[in-house]
């Protein structure tokens, strides 16, 4: 069994001596526990966080331990009911080949009704993420003018699918590439740009002259800003992540305009989507229906091996991945 485990905690952006790989026993289960032979292992922005050593909604990652995350995998041994070898599992241990856990913490899934690597992207975390962000949170509704950050990443380009398909009259995303911005609109977004190319107010602006009415925040800072310019009365914004600042030593420098949201009485709203289960087997039955109408599309990025794990979720804070970032272990 290979693993990774955390060697020292970067200040700003992580490098890969942060990382270190440790070869270990395959182990073996007691009473109550299944062995997983993981498949995919997922890496994500929120990861960054767990590496410094601060107080926080999930705690951090300990030093000279594996680090963990959502993965899927099959069954090997198990000494559990109503789990058996050969059975596939979704559980929170990630970043090792092979995880020992009590049932109780893994979800059973079928991985004949879509590719196991889904559970972890579309029909996982970050697809019930846009879901509950979007349609919950920011409550938007038919015939609104949507923005969203981030919007080639896994939750992104989701909640620009989702607000089509769910009446929004307009939607429009960034993103950090002229190669993501196309994708973007293949993907049916009636805009998106590139926030390279200018400050992100004017290509808001040239995008949604009529302003906005959601805004589904990924990046925070500059990205907030410009949106709570471009709100309309009443405006709501989903505020997911801040990707922007998560390796940046300096507080933000934006947003410089938080008083606009009196006048405009704007409602800017912080979720987990940990908080938001209820909804999931609503979110699963109709991203599913979508799925197979062929009216949702999802990209997925693949990194192979368990060792170039650290080097995926670097990858994923420096925007190298269209749709979900994934490791195949
Ligand atoms: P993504 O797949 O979107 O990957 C992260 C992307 O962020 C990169 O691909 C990169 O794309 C973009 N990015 C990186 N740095 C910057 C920057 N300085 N400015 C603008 N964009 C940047 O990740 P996820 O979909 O998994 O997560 C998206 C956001 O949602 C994150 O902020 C994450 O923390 C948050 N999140 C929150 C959850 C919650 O419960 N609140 C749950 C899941 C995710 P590009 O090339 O476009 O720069």
Known sequence: NREIHLASRPQGWPTAENFRLVSTEVPTPGPGQIVVRNQFMSVDPYMRGRMNDVKSYVPPFQLDAPLDGGAIGEVVAS?????????????GLG?????????????KVDPSL????????????????????????????????????????????????????????RVIGSAGSAAKVERLK?????????YHDGP?????????????DVYFDNVGSEHLEAAIGAMNLHGRAAICGMIAQYNSTEPPAAPRN?????????????????DHGHLRDQFVQEMAGWLRDGKISYDETVVDG??????AFLGVLRGENLGKMLVRV
């Open 200 to 212: 992100v107010r004017d290509s808001l602006k040239a995008a949604a002259p009529d302003g906005i």
């Open 258 to 274: 938080l008083a606009l949201v009196i006048g405009k009485r704007l409602t800017l709203r912080g979720f987990l989507v940990a």
């Open 114 to 169: 879509a590719p196991v690597s889904a559970y972890l992207s579309v029909l996982g975390m970050t697809g019930l993420t846009a879901y509950a962000g979007l349609l919950d949170v920011a409550a938007m509704k038919p015939g609104e003018t949507v923005f969203v950050s981030g919007a080639a990443g896994a939750v992104g380009s989701m909640v620009g699918q989702i607000a089509k398909l769910r009446g929004a009259s």
């Open 95 to 107: 970043w090792r080949e092979y995880a020992l856990l009590d049932a109780k913490a893994a979800r």
């Open 306 to 311: 368990i060792e170039d794990a650290p080097a």
């Open 186 to 194: 293949a993907l049916g977004f009636d805009a998106a740009f590139d």
């Open 79 to 91: 000494e559990a009911e109503g789990i058996k070898p050969g059975d596939t599992v979704l559980h």
